[in-house]
């Protein structure tokens, strides 16, 4: 029977942990996220009604809400305790409105609650100080709602029409990928400069070796280029070398080094991104399993605060705890003398958040290492060393610089060193930089001892040619801080962000870096052609300050959407006359430098012209399925290719093989080539070819008429290229090694059985007895070693553990099993021969069998009407034997209604269509 006091979380695994926390007079019930948004059509959002929004429940929701009602029908008291952000705030607003739709809030007291981290306390604690509903931050989330929508879905169709072949637009998004084009853009225009630097190495009189490098020649401060060539390199250190030197200066200075905030959402993000390896989205999938709980020695405890925030400041309570640690472990030495109070720089943050921080600081990694999973333990281990450092005194270090110079002084040299004197907060943390080697802070270099005027001995004098790079590519971690500095988007939006860009095929992640795909660079350049304004990063950030201020009363929300709608609406409107064929020619000068580059006017020129006739020009062209290049003699000339640059992966590379060269062992020809499903590598000619004919008939045998006669010759080994390989990259070398794949990479250290590495239907993999392991993206199947190997297939054996196959109960139609499982593709509900994938935010765990026989039913139904049949109500190798088959009855097909362009879903923008707000693993 339902407790008189119902509190409704947001996911099964969080309303579980709290469960235990309240007495049997509560009941706790799980709304799994979002329970309505607006539907995926146009009208949802009324801007002539002033802005009138439509509501719907979405189908899995219909579920979740009926249990909700059950539980609150007869409570006294409602306690809405949905995560404690902004979304949080709507998901609470949202259930009010459902709950009061269905006449059972009539008597019963609603409440809000917030608690920063799921322990027993804070949900106590929560309990005892309830409030009500934010009418600010509801008022701030629909206005940031409809903003998505109406961009999402207005100019969307905008896109579909003069831009075949895209995607939709989002509000945040496009700028997002327009900060990643442009990168790019950078890159491909990056003329390097050659410049030297000279290193010369010298000793003291006690015979101790230092090295100082060159900064002053002839009285001038030498900058970076101030060496621009071999001949004036060779120059300076003929120089050096024909002259004395002495000590000049020394100067020394002490530096106090403070530790870093502890983690906010987006500072994670990178974190995790430039130590771990992680990924946004799986960075928040990870923090969100240790906030709503693990179990620990059969109890489920909450190990991290609420990770989605902006605040940096710590509780009074976490404060205390951890300058008792840092006592505790390391002396009162590393306690400073006042605790660390941090703030924002952020604008508008939600500064009553907390930090991300451990629940307990005195639970250290180790003492639940035994608990977490691999990606969970790395995780938690970053937080708590975060925190803990952030409490600690600061590192301090002598700096030493020591000037050389001529007798003259008209060559001078510098050496410097920094010596970590008290390492503080270093002891515990420090900060990676994801452009460099190693640390930030790694700089220790201890100099000998010396004075002004002592002597030195020249040992030797080495030149060193360099390069100027281009700007980085950038990364997951170094786009978030990007996006955060413009002021664009919110922490917590950020990895959605990011996996709809790669789902849309805007980006790719290469390496680790975001590369944009040229269907990406076209949106974004017609974005920035014909709707600048909603593309630029200062006009963005000023509209989210504008929904900041809404969140805090400063400013009505359908004030904010009149005057975006009435602008935005103008633009799209002077779109209409707009011709596919001025949309081209702005596109095809944007982007003519991308794809026909040269490193003059008469290069790019030569680059234009069609390799197929000779006199065509090559430009940009729009069909069905998209752009391409094309041939301006069509229809005489009929030269086509794929969206490329020039000269990299096309035309050569997709207009026929690039020989490599042959292999030493068979003399056979090795090849790079493209097909159907991408780039790979041949041994041998193709079967067919002239180099290699198939036999002829034999002496007065006629091959039969209609049929090709048999070909004999032996089918060639093929092996595609990893995604992470470019066609142009590789070389002879690489093409043998690859065409040798599958290799053996070591013996197994437990079983002793051989594991090996190669490259499948479903890209690299790993082998070990039957078991397989694909290879993460960062991994290469041509190089990865044993100890690395042992670690994926360990990891892999371990999720297969943890994942058995559930049996969740019987058919109730047929009688036998209903299970869950993992697969290759995510977890699934099986019955019989029938498999249903288990949508994306739900906890497999969590799944009962009600929801099981849904998904299936779905399932069914789907693929039923693929084959134009009504859905079975089991699969079909499982129904009961007595059933007869009936004879198919055969009518003529019903014409379908060809749907309207308006009525063409479009993503709405930068939230989805339908909800997605992901809740526990």
């Not at 941090?342 to 958040?353: F, L």
């Not at 307990?360 to 938690?380: G, T, W």
């Not at 002004?452 to 978030?480: C, I, K, N, W």
Request: proline share 7%; glycine share 8%.
């Amino acid at each position: 029977m339902p407790g008189s006091n119902v509190v409704i979380v947001e996911s099964p695994a969080k309303a579980k942990t709290i469960n235990k926390y309240l007495g049997s007079d509560y009941t706790v019930v799980a709304s799994f996220g979002h329970v309505r948004d607006l539907p995926a059509r146009d009208g949802s959002v009324r801007p002539d009604e002033d802005f009138a929004m439509e509501w719907e429940l979405g189908e899995r929701s219909r579920r979740h809400i009926d249990e909700i009602a059950k539980a609150v029908r007869g409570a006294k008291r409602v306690y809405l305790a949905t995560d404690p952000d902004r979304e949080g705030e709507a998901i609470a607003w949202h259930l009010t409105e459902v709950l009061r739709d269905k006449k059972l809030l009539d008597k019963v007291d609603v409440q809000r609650i917030t608690f920063n981290e799921i322990t027993k306390s804070a949900v106590q604690a929560a309990i005892e100080s309830p409030r009500a509903v934010s009418r600010e931050l509801v008022d701030a989330y629909l206005a940031r709602r409809a903003l998505d929508y109406l961009v999402g879905f207005t100019l969307s169709p905008v896109l579909w029409r003069k831009l075949p072949g895209s995607r939709s637009a989002g509000r945040v998004q496009s700028v997002a990928l327009r900060l990643v084009c442009e990168r790019e853009a950078e890159i491909e225009v990056f003329r390097p400069r050659e410049y030297w630097s000279i290193e010369a190495l010298f000793a003291t009189a006690a015979g101790a070796t230092f090295s100082a490098h060159l900064t002053q020649l002839d009285g001038k401060r030498l900058d970076r280029l101030g060496i621009p060539d071999r001949e004036t390199a060779e120059a300076a250190v003929a120089r050096i070398r024909t002259q004395p030197f002495t000590v000049a200066s020394v100067e020394r200075r002490q530096v106090r080094r403070n530790p870093y905030p502890p983690f906010t959402t987006s500072t994670l993000q990178q974190e995790a991104s430039r130590k771990l390896g992680f990924g946004a989205t799986r960075t928040m999938r990870v923090a969100q399993r240790l906030y709503e709980g693990v179990d620990i020695g059969g109890e489920t405890v909450g190990l991290i605060t609420y990770m989605r925030t902006d605040g940096v400041s710590l509780s009074q309570e976490a404060i205390t705890a951890s300058r008792g640690l840092i006592g505790s472990l390391w002396g009162d030495r590393y306690v400073p003398e006042a605790p660390r109070i941090y703030k924002t720089a952020a604008k508008n943050a939600q500064e009553a958040h907390e930090a991300i921080r451990p629940t307990d600081l005195y639970r250290k990694p180790e003492s639940v290492a035994a608990y977490l999973e691999s990606d969970e333990l790395r995780l938690y281990e970053l937080v708590w060393k975060r925190t803990v450092a952030s409490q600690m005194e600061s590192a301090v270090l002598d700096q030493v610089a020591v000037d050389l110079a001529s007798p003259s002084r008209d060559v001078v040299l510098r050496a410097t060193g920094s010596i970590v004197v008290f390492d503080g907060y270093m002891r515990v943390y420090q900060e990676q930089d994801e452009d460099a080697a190693g640390p930030a802070d790694d700089q220790d270099r201890r100099l000998p001892a010396m004075a002004e005027g002592d002597g030195v001995e020249q040992r030797e004098v080495t030149p060193t040619q360099h390069f100027t790079q281009p700007p980085p590519r950038y990364t997951e971690a170094s786009l978030v801080k990007k996006l955060e500095e413009l002021g664009i988007g919110r922490p917590s939006t950020y990895a959605s962000i990011l996996q709809v860009l790669q789902e849309r095929d805007y980006v790719r992640l290469d390496k680790r870096r975001f590369v944009p795909e040229d269907r990406g660079r076209l949106v974004t350049a017609f974005l920035k052609n014909f709707f600048n304004r909603y593309v630029e990063y200062n006009f963005t950030a000023d509209l989210e300050n504008q929904l900041d201020d809404i969140s805090g009363g400063a400013i009505d929300w359908k004030t904010v959407l009149r005057e975006f709608w009435q602008a935005f609406i103008q633009a799209v409107t002077g779109t209409k006359d707009l011709t596919i064929t001025q949309v081209l020619t702005t596109l095809d000068e944007e982007l003519g430098a991308h794809f026909f580059p040269g490193e003059t006017a008469e290069d790019a020129a030569r680059a234009r012209v069609c390799p197929k006739c000779q006199q065509g020009r090559l430009g940009l062209k729009l069909g069905k399925m998209g752009a391409f290049i094309g041939c301006s003699n069509y229809p005489e000339c009929r030269y086509t290719r794929p969206l490329a640059v020039a000269g990299e992966d096309a035309p050569e590379a997709l207009d026929g093989p690039r020989d490599l060269g042959d292999d030493p062992e068979t003399g056979l020809p090795v090849s790079v080539r493209r097909g159907p499903y991408g780039a790979y590598v041949q041994l041998g000619p193709p079967r067919g070819s002239e180099e290699a004919p198939p036999p002829a008939p034999a002496a007065g045998e006629k091959p039969k008429k209609g049929k090709k006669a048999k070909d004999d010759t032996p089918k060639p080994k093929r092996v595609s290229l990893p995604k992470s390989l470019a066609p142009a990259e590789v070389d002879l070398d690489t093409a043998l090694r690859l065409l040798a794949l599958p290799r053996a990479v070591g013996p197994h250290p437990e079983t002793g059985q051989e594991i090996q590495a190669g490259i499948g239907r479903f890209g690299p993999y790993l082998k070990h007895g039957t078991v397989y392991k694909s290879l993460p993206p960062d991994d290469d199947v041509l190089t990865i070693g044993l100890n690395r190997a042992v670690v994926l297939l360990g990891e892999a054996a371990k999720k297969a553990a943890a994942t058995p196959g559930r049996v969740l109960g019987d058919h109730p139609k047929t009688g036998k099993p209903v299970s869950v499982g993992a697969g290759r593709f995510g977890p699934y509900v099986k019955h019989g021969s029938l498999y249903a994938s288990i949508p994306k935010g739900t906890d497999p765990e969590s799944v009962t069998l009600e929801q099981g026989l849904e998904l299936l039913e779905a399932k069914a139904a789907k693929d039923a009407a693929k084959k134009g049949k009504a859905a079975p109500a089991a699969a079909e190798d499982d129904a009961p034997a007595e059933t007869a088959a009936k004879p198919k009855a055969t009518k003529p097909k019903a014409a379908k209604p060809k749907a309207k362009k308006s009525e063409k879903t479009a993503d709405a923008g930068d939230e989805p269509a339908t909800p997605k707000r992901k809740v526990g693993t």
